[in-house]
């Protein structure tokens, strides 16, 4: 569809967005969301005869009105459409067209909710055609998209930018065409009636006309300074309480409350200008509506005295009068709500236009491929144990990596995991440590070299399915709305409750869940708030294990946790680890000590690799971090048995005392060494 | 209700000859709308009967001399009413802020700015509906209908008793529709809520979604709720589609009333044309004020709750406060700074803060304080600042208590780095001003030389003018938080605290920093929170704090002659320095 050599706008930076306004009748724009109507176009015919049906019923009442002064009220004898239905009797004519009026009514009644339904209901589905578009084309977007795109503007254009469209459909176009209809309808009836009058009225539009395009020019100049001021007050205010402590601390409270004041001033002025055009426009307006009344007497009196006209026919143009003023004042309003439903329109439209920078290699069709999804996992049978996947075989070759141009983030790491075996990975920050990670899970495609999951290359396995090779715990322990147990399977119905329950005990999590009163169906919000961070990281444990993955990836948060959960966590790393293969970016010295082997990454490139032991004696980097990173570990958390032993040797082994007790805070994961 | 509104009082009072002024229009106004009709029906009258132009002409007149003049009321009404909501809002606003500034810390940890911001804003304007709309309407609408009752009753009281009858109704579907479109759209609202979280979870999670393959389960939830939305929305559809209808059918059949029963009696002729004409016309008058009645009760609920929010704030008296807040002279301050026995916790905090510090510092010396993270170093500087005041002990400033010192005056007499920069939407310029108003350029240059920021503003296009923040120039971490040692120096302050100040800045700038900042430091008081072990010895004493106490002080040397803590520190801080070698 789109043209792949006209560089494409970004649409999740509003400010590559054309700041010009869409225009009104944007064909395109038009044509595409046609589109979307097309499959309803039963209803949306359903809906226009409704509407038809109710304007032409609303011509009825004053019609009726003017038969029954003409006929009986007055001393007259015009004649009208109904004569033939019509009794002799008044008193029985008036019942006559009472009981027809209510008919009208009734009629009209069951027109406009059939019509609002149908085409409320219509708009609906529309919307969520358009909603489900949206979300499921952000979801076929490269990974990196979401590090460059504001995920809150994203959310916007699935739900607020498609409501404006929404208000479109409903208000906006459904309204212009009633009123239209209204229009027309009136005018014709007037017509019928009495085309001299008819023009004496019509001699009203155009005054009304430029009253309400003057009213508009002065009430849009009036809000844009409106807007203004209030984004100008909104801005101080936010800044104002965010910096609180700034004022406060600088003295500044007097200053700050005079420029609030002057703000504030300009705020209220601003609005006065809006006061006066609509303390104008309302009185004019309806002074206009008068007018018409008047010359309806008047000239209808004239008319009337000369015998051209029935008086019933002036009685009900006095109610004819009302619905003609009402549609064209209303119209120039519905001028706003398709403005702004087209710019949002533009942006949907842009945003779907946005194809992924990176396309995915053989995965399946996001919209169809469903079925590709299904095959691996299989519930997880009560005592078959984690380590139900075959281990993996991982190698890094070569791999270079760069998130822009030649700014090496990884050179040439080369670096294999064999099967069953626990690879830790340590660094600094910003050695490149998550960045394997990120590689390995393709959320990035390296630049140069290659790497292989169980001997294929990450680029020939469909996205899906090497990502069901892996249960990943990342360093922010995500969670989701929904209770713990779905936290842990993911939604995912084929993870039975059995095992999610034994994957729970598997990481020491289990005991906590059942001390909560709801169990396994305790309600997490999306932030989590209600657990800790160390539970939070248990329950990503689960979640990965849950899964029955074939190698495991784990990024060690940094983040302090309280010493009780510690211990629950450096016990269950271990057990995690066991039976997988795995790669683990550790904090942990208890971590790195379980792990077979270490890779020390050191700006980008593979420095040091081997155990521990021997690492300790190169005396190179790893060294270096062990003293600054991970020695106090040993002293503050102290561990019967072998972490005990081991402290002991590896102390004698640098050939360094063994340092004062540190610290009595819960964690150190090196943070308070590192400047942050 | 009433006891919520009455907190409106004050402020209504204020305009109360204004009130009188827009009242008395709006009653004019009132009154003439209910005479339009009159003269319809005078014009009418005059059409039945064998007539004079010339007469009809007078009363056409007179109808649209009537409408003139009900016109310029109406113009009045408007502007003086809703004028005085738009100085009312006015008023609270500049109430609101002045509150907010007299906060203390305390009181922006249990509100959000969200929270804070939306009490502002959308409260605000709920209120300030109730003020101007919201009387204007009741009163307006209130007259009409008594005028129009009267009228008719005196015309013709048994027909008005006829049309009577779907009134009631008419306001009892407005409201009793009113109320369940409400419910209805806030399910709406939550449904949608739901859904747009499930798009930010999916989306903000995406990495974790994807590690997990789970992108078709997002899908299907965000369908579900996609549907469900949908699902709400029909049932709204549903009472909205059959709301207005109704409405328009309940009108319309005034309307039948007024011809059926208003015909038989011009047939009688117990009524004029002209009197049928005028309730037809009155019909109209009225539909305006039956459908708006709904609206306005709506409006008075909703401003009466937001009052009550903005109550909420404005009740509060500040925590922290000095003596003689409203002198305009500083008290000169020396700079001598006292700990004693000083205790402090945060609030729904048990364990200390801070416990038992004792520490004197003479004026013009200067102590750097280390400690692990939480130990307690920011919180001496905030009790300084009498950003909290101790809970027990005190804080000393030239011997007396900080607490019986001028707020202003104390914190004139400091110059604050905090840890977390905050820079205004502002010029450079402004923000290093922003403590010492009316600082002359040189002042301002000489303040960002020493911070070490003064090259790269001059490199900026606009030097000081440059604005800074999202319509500005963009400053790196370490850049503002150089603005920001800048702006405390130009508050030529007698005490100098430095919060972790130069963490965003690398050792060296931080080195050249300091070294700058030596002249100024000789003759104040300077509390120098830091990390760095390089920046610390140049201080006069080192103080090494932990889980809230002071465990070790003395000079550099010293203490690394102890072989404690701060030595320890010292040789991790060199380890690094080789890796980064390396």
Not at chain 1, 135 to 148: A, G, K, P, V, Y
Not at chain 1, 457 to 475: A, C, K
Not at chain 2, 303 to 315: C, F, P, Q, Y
């Amino acid at each position: 569809m789109s043209d792949p050599a006209v560089p494409r706008r970004s649409t999740g930076e509003g400010k590559t967005v054309p700041k010009k306004s869409a225009r009104i009748a944007d064909t395109r724009l038009i044509a595409r969301l046609v589109v979307y109507l097309s499959p309803y176009r039963p209803a949306v015919a359903v809906s226009i005869v409704l509407l038809i049906i109710h304007s032409l019923l609303g011509v009825a009442g004053p019609y009726l009105t003017k038969v029954a002064v003409d006929r009986y009220l007055a001393a007259g004898t015009a004649t009208s459409l109904l004569d033939a239905w019509l009794p002799l009797e008044p008193r029985a004519g008036l019942d006559f067209l009472a009981v027809l009026y209510i008919a009208t009514l009734l009629i009209g009644f069951a027109a406009r909710y059939f019509q609002t339904y149908v085409m409320h209901y219509t708009g609906q589905r529309v919307m969520r055609d358009l909603r489900l578009d949206v979300f499921n084309h952000l979801q076929t977007m490269e990974t990196r998209f979401f590090d460059r795109n504001q995920v809150g503007r994203l959310v916007t254009r699935v739900t607020s930018d498609v409501d404006a469209l929404n208000e479109m459909f409903t208000s906006g176009v459904v309204a212009v065409f009633g009123d239209v209809l209204t229009l027309v309808a009136v005018f014709v009836a007037m017509l019928y009636l009495s085309p001299e009058l008819t023009l004496g009225i019509a001699a009203l539009t155009p005054p009304i006309l430029v009253v309400v395009f003057v009213f508009r020019q002065h009430a849009r100049a009036a809000y844009r300074a409106v807007r203004q001021a209030v984004a100008t007050t909104n801005t101080f205010l936010q800044e104002h309480i965010s910096g609180m402590k700034i004022v406060q601390l600088f003295a500044h409270e007097r200053e700050s409350l005079k420029e609030f004041d002057e703000i504030s001033a300009a705020h209220r002025d601003a609005h006065r200008q809006a006061i006066r055009a609509h303390a104008v426009f309302y009185p004019v307006i309806e002074w206009l509506g008068v007018l018409g009344t008047g010359i309806l007497l008047f000239y209808g009196g004239y008319l009337v005295s000369e015998g051209a006209l029935t008086v019933g026919v002036v009685v009900a143009f006095l109610q004819y009068g009302t619905r003609v003023f009402r549609p064209i004042q209303d119209l120039s309003e519905k001028y706003n709500i398709l403005q702004s439903a087209m710019a949002s329109c533009e942006r949907i439209f842009g945003l779907l236009d946005t194809k992924p920078q990176e396309e995915a290699v053989g995965e399946p069709d996001v919209l169809s491929g469903d079925a590709a999804e299904q095959p691996v996992s299989s519930p997880l049978g009560v005592g078959a144990g984690v380590a139900a996947g075959v281990p993996l075989r991982v190698e890094f070759r070569n791999v270079w990596f760069a998130y822009k141009d030649e700014d090496w983030v990884l050179r040439d790491v080369s670096f294999t995991i064999e099967p069953g075996e626990t690879l830790a990975v340590v660094g600094r920050t910003g050695a490149g440590k998550t960045t394997l990670i990120n590689l390995l899970l393709r959320f990035y495609r390296h630049s140069k070299g290659e790497i292989l999951v169980a001997g294929k290359s990450i680029r020939e396995w469909p996205e899906d399915e090497l990502r069901r090779q892996f249960g990943v715990v990342l360093q922010e322990p995500y969670l989701f709305s929904g209770s713990i147990e779905d936290n842990i399977r993911m939604h995912d119905r084929t993870v039975s409750s059995e095992a999610v329950r034994e994957v729970a005990r598997e990481v020491n999590l289990a005991p906590f869940i059942e001390s909560l009163s709801n169990g396994y169906q305790t309600k997490l919000n999306e932030q989590g708030s209600s657990l800790s961070w160390g539970q939070r990281q248990l329950v990503s444990f689960a979640r990965a294990l849950a899964h029955r993955p074939r190698l495991l990836i784990l990024d060690e948060a940094t983040s302090s946790v309280d010493t009780q959960t510690e211990i629950l966590i450096r016990d269950a790393i271990p057990r995690l680890m066991k039976g997988h293969t795995s790669i683990v970016i550790a904090h942990r010295l208890s971590t790195i000590k379980h792990a077979d082997r270490i890779l020390v990454m050191h700006r980008g490139e593979v420095r040091e690799l081997g155990t521990h032991e021997e690492l300790l004696r190169q005396g190179g980097v790893y060294a270096k971090l062990y003293q600054l990173q991970y020695q106090e570990q040993e002293t503050r958390h102290w561990q019967p048995g072998e972490e005990g032993q081991t402290a002991a040797e590896t102390a004698s082994d640098v050939g360094e005392n063994v340092i004062p007790e540190q610290s009595s805070r819960e964690t150190g994961d090196g943070e308070k060494t590192k400047p942050s | 209700m009433i006891s919520t509104l009455r907190s409106l009082f004050p402020y209504l009072i204020r305009y109360r000859w204004r009130f009188a002024a827009g009242f008395a229009a709006l009653v004019a106004k009132s009154v003439l709308t209910v005479g339009i009709p009159i003269a319809i029906k005078l014009s009418i009258d005059e059409l039945d009967a064998d007539f004079e132009l010339a007469v009809l002409g007078q009363w056409v007149g007179l109808l649209l001399a009537i409408a003139l003049i009900k016109g310029v009321f109406q113009y009045w009404m408007r502007w003086i009413l809703i004028g005085i909501s738009r100085d009312i809002e006015y008023d609270l606003r500049k109430d609101f802020f002045a509150s907010l500034l007299s906060f203390s810390q305390r009181f922006y940890h249990s509100y959000r700015t969200g929270d804070l911001m939306s009490r502002a804003t959308s409260d605000m304007e709920a209120v300030r509906l109730l003020v101007g709309p919201g009387i204007m309407y009741t009163a307006d609408f209130a007259l009409i209908f008594l005028g129009v009752l009267a009228v008719m009753s005196l015309t013709d009281w048994r027909l008005t008793c006829w049309i009577f009858i779907p009134i009631p109704v008419i306001s009892f579907t407005v409201s009793f529709y009113g109320k369940r479109i409400h419910d209805c759209f806030q399910r709406v609202q939550e449904c949608m809520g739901e859904m747009s979280s499930t798009v930010q979870e999916q989306l903000s999670n995406i990495r974790i979604v994807r590690a997990f393959a789970k992108q078709k389960i997002g899908r299907e939830r965000f369908s579900a709720q996609n549907d469900q939305v949908v699902a709400e929305n029909v049932k709204l559809i549903r009472l909205w589609g059959r709301f207005y209808p109704l409405l328009e059918v309940l009108i319309g059949l005034t309307y039948v009333i007024v011809m059926w029963l208003g015909g038989r009696r011009v047939l009688d002729g117990s009524m004029t044309l002209g009197s049928f004409a005028m309730f037809m016309s009155y019909m109209t008058v009225l539909t305006w004020p039956l459908i708006g009645f709904g609206w306005v009760v709506n409006l008075v609920q909703r401003g009466t709750a937001s009052l009550a929010r903005l109550d909420e704030i404005l009740k509060q008296r500040p925590e922290i406060y000095g003596p003689g807040e409203l002198d305009d002279e500083f008290t000169a301050v020396r700079g001598d700074l006292a700990f004693e026995h000083v205790t402090y916790a945060y609030p729904g905090s048990t364990d200390p803060a801070v416990s038992d510090i004792n520490l004197v510092i003479p004026a013009g010396q200067t102590v750097a304080i280390l400690g692990p993270t939480g130990s307690g170093k920011t919180t001496l500087a905030n009790l300084v600042a009498r950003l909290y005041d101790p809970r027990e002990g005190r804080v000393l400033i030239d011997g007396g208590d900080v607490r019986e010192l001028p707020l202003r005056s104390l914190r004139h007499a400091l110059g604050f780095v905090p840890q977390d920069t905050f820079l205004f939407g502002r010029s450079i310029r402004d923000n290093i001003a922003f403590g010492a108003l009316g600082s002359e350029e040189w002042e301002i240059a000489e303040a960002a030389e020493i911070a070490q920021i003064a090259a790269e503003v001059d490199s900026f296009p606009d030097r000081y003018e440059t604005v800074l923040g999202e319509r500005g120039v963009n400053l790196s971490g370490g850049q503002r938080q150089r603005v920001s040692i800048a702006r405390a120096l130009r508050a030529n302050p007698r005490i100098l605290v430095l919060d972790d100040a130069a963490s965003s800045v690398d050792a060296e700038t931080e080195g050249q920093i300091l070294r700058n900042l030596e002249s100024v430091m000789r003759n104040r008081t300077t509390l120098l929170i830091t990390h760095r072990v390089s920046a610390a010895r140049l201080a006069d004493r080192i103080i090494v704090l932990e889980s809230g106490r002071i465990v070790e002080e003395g000079l550099h040397g010293d203490l690394l002659a102890a072989r404690g803590r701060y030595w320890d520190l010292s040789r991790k801080q060199q380890l690094e320095e080789e890796l980064e070698i390396v």
